[in-house]
């Protein structure tokens, strides 16, 4: 669950950025009034999201996604020309957040391959 709340803080990330562009320095209400909106929703997400998930991963994660779904909306309302080398650099953002998700956190127990035995991050004592 603290995965999909944070993909879906990140959704509302990119909802954010994207009224802070139309808000024109606070002078359109609805923009406005959406960018508050999503913001507090995407923060209070992502603290929900951390309490579970280490903070860095967390936050590169909700960034990268934010960053982006912001661009991917900007090219696809017309904000923003398409350009083959952004969509591959978006593509890079998406390859890097599931690299992130995949590997193991610091508070993760590491195995041994060998006996299966379960090691501790940090020695005793």
């Keep these: ?20 562009g139309r808000a024109d320095n606070f002078t359109h209400p609805v923009p406005s009034a959406v960018f508050v909106v999503a913001l507090a929703i995407s923060m209070v997400g992502l603290g929900v999201a951390v309490r579970t998930i280490p903070i860095g991963t967390g936050y590169a994660i909700w960034t990268g996604v934010g960053a982006a779904l912001t661009v991917i909306w900007a ?29 193991p956190s610091r508070s993760d127990d590491r195995q041994d391959e060998g006996g299966g035995e ?7 004592g």
Aim: overall charge neutral; aromatic content about 8%.
């Design 75 to 103: 090219m696809a309302s017309g904000e923003e020309a398409f350009a083959p080398v952004k969509a591959l650099l978006i593509a890079g953002i998406i390859v890097a957040v599931v690299g992130l998700t995949l590997a």
């Design 118 to 124: 379960r090691l501790p991050l940090r020695p005793a």
């Design 1 to 20: 669950m603290p995965w999909i709340i944070l993909l879906a803080s990140a959704g509302f990330e990119a909802v954010w950025a994207t009224a802070l």
